[in-house]
């Protein structure tokens, strides 16, 4: 029997674990388990091995992990739940002879290259071209940045905290917004407006600048108002869409995203619509003496259940990746 390894994507809430063959992209056995109801990680797993009947001789011996938090130390602490682990113990406690963990928007940007092409929303034309750097981007709990370059025999991950610029803004109403945030927070980075959290702070400082009381108190609930026709509410999430094409389009220069750039997390493929209707584009492109530069990238919506995953699985045995 050709031996699994154990894949795993986790973020606060989920633990999601699939099983792959060496060599095969084909995820198997997948399973999304709820990080709250374990006290360890080594717990979510032993569960998870048990459910698919990986055990005793069918027990992985590599795995690859992705987690939403810094990784680089042995000892890892998540940021949005309580898990705290010694990468040494786990690879000891459960027999592994090659554990990697790496970071979760590391291996979103890994598994880009694995999806297939209808899993692909084309949101601005371009020229993709084939040996430059692609960025990966998307706004979630907070808003991850990462870039990938083709290597000569790996995909080379370019992990980043690009989300914690400092918002730059370009008109009026963003001139206003930044002195909101500023009394705020003090320092205003892009990542206070392009998140969920950030998307819900944005109605509340747009209703406190027209002089309204806010009437919403989850970002699912300003998108829902939006669709519903409130006029502030699709006001906020226009300008939140404007913004991220700023800040696409600052990120694309500053690492050369010649390649492409592609739109991942759970937010922004429920949002295509209104992306389209937006000034993403506009904003992203507009760049002075860059605006040529930046007009020939290609732009798409990332709409796949399990890009983390196969980011896990790319990094497995990518000797880019430690």
Not at 2 to 25: C, H, P, W, Y
Not at 138 to 150: E, I, N, R, S
Not at 261 to 283: H, K, M, N, T
Request: charged share 25%; net charge neutral.
């Amino acid at each position: 029997m050709q031996e699994m390894a154990l894949i795993g994507d986790i973020g606060g809430t989920n633990a999601r674990f699939a099983l792959v063959k060496r060599g095969s992209f084909e995820l198997k056995d997948i399973l999304i388990l709820r990080c709250a109801d374990y006290p360890r990680l080594e717990d979510a797993i032993r569960d998870y091995l048990d459910r698919v009947g990986a055990t005793g001789e069918r027990t992985p011996r590599e795995a690859c992990l992705g987690f939403a938090c810094p990784v680089h130390a042995d000892e890892v602490c998540m940021t949005n739940n309580a898990w705290c682990f010694s990468k040494r113990r786990v690879k000891e406690t459960l027999g592994f002879s090659l554990f990697k963990v790496i970071n979760d928007f590391t291996a979103q940007a890994l598994g880009v290259p694995h999806l297939l092409a209808d899993e692909l929303i084309p949101l601005k034309t371009g020229t993709s071209e084939p040996h430059r750097a692609r960025l990966i981007i998307g706004p979630g709990t907070g808003l991850g940045v990462a870039g990938l370059f083709p290597g000569q025999n790996n995909w080379i991950p370019l992990p980043t905290e690009g989300g914690h610029a400092t918002f730059a803004p370009t008109d009026d109403r963003e001139r206003e917004l930044l002195g909101y945030f500023q009394e705020k927070y003090g320092r205003v980075s892009m990542e206070r407006l392009l998140c969920g959290q950030g998307l819900l702070d944005l109605y509340r400082a747009h209703a406190a600048l027209a002089g309204k009381a806010p009437l919403y108190n989850s970002a699912a609930d300003v998108t829902g108002a939006a669709r519903a026709g409130d006029a502030l509410a699709e006001e906020v999430l226009l300008r939140f869409l404007k913004i991220l094409g700023d800040a696409c389009g600052d990120a694309a220069l500053m690492i050369g995203a010649q390649g492409g750039i592609y739109l991942c997390g759970g937010i922004l493929p429920r949002l295509v619509d209104w992306l389209q209707r937006s000034r993403f584009c506009e904003a992203f492109t507009h760049k002075g003496r860059m605006s040529d530069y930046n007009a020939r990238i290609p732009v798409w919506v990332v709409n796949a259940p399990w890009t983390g995953l196969l980011g896990a699985v790319e990094a497995l045995h990518n000797k880019e990746v430690e």
